[in-house]
T-cell receptor, first 112, second 111 residues
Framework: DAGITQSPRHKVTETGTPVTLRCHQT?????MYWYRQDPGHGLRLIHY???????DKGEVSDGYSVSRSKTEDFLLTLESATSSQTSVYFC???????????FGPGTRLTVT | GENVGLHLPTLSVQEGDNSIINCAYS??????FIWYKQESGKGPQFIID?????DKRQGQRVTVLLNKTVKHLSLQIAATQPGDSAVYFC??????????FGTGTSLTVIP
């Protein structure tokens, strides 16, 4: 499972509230990613990190922010959740510069 | 974003037959092409990747073929088993930093 955990695994929140999702890895990989998965869209990159305090935007970054203060933790924050952010969120790591990418178990977020 | 697409959203095969799942991509600059398997309620699972300078790569019961002329990628699964039933995604990466995924093909294995 590449030592990736996500918390919480399920969350229901109200529109307008802040939400933080956590991704934790145990193997000190440099690259970490946040994706969302929605029917008909596949996986879409929100943000990624290439080191502590080094992050960059993906294709669907609006409404999301991230932080990485330690190698092992990558946080995704929805500053003010909207119903369009209802989705399944996956964290991933890349152990090398190639094509391999390993995913966490996902967080199902519902914004009511 | 990139245009990575799978040809068929669903595929049904008999147990023991070979499965072929196809994918088209649009960016000739991609370095790696990757296949993932996703079972219901779980995260995607890496199956196999192929570098852009290769045409074919084999793994355990799986083979990935890359045709750069027509920008086509395929995953072949030999002797398909019920445990192979899942959604399969192709993906490409250009810089090794950003990955672009297709929408997936749902494979159903008929016992």
């Amino acid at each position: 499972d590449a030592g990736i955990t996500q918390s919480p695994r399920h969350k229901v929140t109200e529109t307008g509230t802040p939400v933080t999702l956590r991704c934790h890895q145990t193997e000190n990989h440099r690259y970490m990613y946040w994706y969302r998965q929605d029917p008909g869209h596949g996986l879409r990159l929100i943000h990624y990190s290439y080191g502590v305090k080094d992050t960059d935007k993906g294709e669907v970054s609006d409404g999301y922010s991230v932080s990485r203060s330690k190698t092992e933790d990558f946080l995704l924050t929805l500053e003010s959740a909207t119903s369009s952010q209802t989705s399944v969120y996956f964290c991933a790591i890349t152990p090398s510069g190639g094509g391999e990418q390993y995913f966490g178990p996902g967080t199902r977020l519902t914004v009511t | 974003g990139e245009n990575v697409g799978l040809h068929l959203p669903t595929l049904s095969v008999q147990e023991g037959d070979n499965s072929i799942i196809n994918c088209a991509y649009s960016n000739s600059a991609s370095d790696y092409f990757i296949w993932y398997k996703q079972e219901s309620g779980k995260g995607p699972q890496f199956i196999i990747d192929i570098r852009s300078n290769m045409d074919k790569r084999q793994g355990q019961r799986v083979t990935v073929l890359l045709n750069k002329t027509v920008k086509h990628l395929s995953l072949q699964i030999a002797a398909t088993q019920p445990g192979d039933s899942a959604v399969y995604f192709c993906a490409e990466t250009i810089t090794g930093n950003q990955f672009y995924f297709g929408t997936g093909t749902s494979l159903t294995v008929i016992p």
